[in-house]
């Protein structure tokens, strides 16, 4: 179960990239119907981090 979780916490993380590469113009995504500014492309990707850094502490964290 704790890898199943930490899986969607992963995919979830990487979704988040997608906002990212919109707002710096890496990529144009058709599902984002509304422009991204540069200042919400680095939230975006702050996002993604903590949900990367979550999906580590998943695994690391010690059980109680």
Do not use: N, Y
């Not at 990529?27 to 939230?43: E, F, K, N, Y």
Request: aromatic content about 10%; overall charge positive; proline content about 3%.
């Amino acid at each position: 179960m704790k890898i199943v979780f930490a899986m969607r916490l992963f995919v979830h993380g990487l979704l988040h990239l997608s906002g990212t590469a919109t707002a710096f113009g890496g990529a144009d995504m058709l599902q984002l119907t509304q422009q991204i500014s540069t200042p919400m492309g680095i939230v975006w990707r702050c996002a993604s981090r903590l949900f990367a850094v979550t999906t580590v502490a998943v695994f690391t964290w010690p059980e109680q």
